[in-house]
């Protein structure tokens, strides 16, 4: 069975910093695009980071370019999002993906982010 298990959301102050972790099992990361999108109230979905396949060619939205790095880690089966410089419109809850088609798949419940001081 597909597991997402997405971790390391909290309470942080702006300027500060953040790294989310999503854990799978059911499959391996190897062989599917990943990325991590968020939802925050009152506004639409957001794609925020996309890692291609090959874990050559990352996407970022322009809101998080330059402050949130995605990373994988095949060993453990875990896609990081590493979030610096955290602003209060960062706050949302965050979801991880994988995709084979062109569309997102989660199954995971997702980790809250909220900045604020």
């Known amino acids: 069975q597909v597991q997402f298990v997405e971790s390391g959301g909290g309470l942080v102050q702006p300027g500060g910093s953040l790294r989310l972790a999503c854990t799978a099992s059911?499959?391996?990361?190897?062989?599917?695009?990943v990325g991590w999108f968020r939802q925050a109230p009152g506004k639409e979905q957001e794609l925020v980071a996309a890692?291609?396949?090959?874990?050559?060619?990352?996407i970022y939205a322009e809101s998080v370019k330059g402050r949130f790095f995605a990373s994988q880690d095949n060993v453990n089966n875990t896609v990081y999002l590493q979030m610096n410089n955290l602003k209060p419109e960062d706050t949302a809850v965050y979801y991880c993906?994988?995709?084979?088609?062109?569309?997102?798949?989660?199954w995971g419940q997702g980790t809250r982010v909220t900045v604020s001081s």
């Open positions: 059911g499959f391996t990361y190897t062989t599917y695009a």
């Open positions: 993906y994988i995709s084979w088609d062109g569309t997102l798949h989660s």
């Open positions: 890692v291609s396949s090959t874990g050559i060619a990352t």
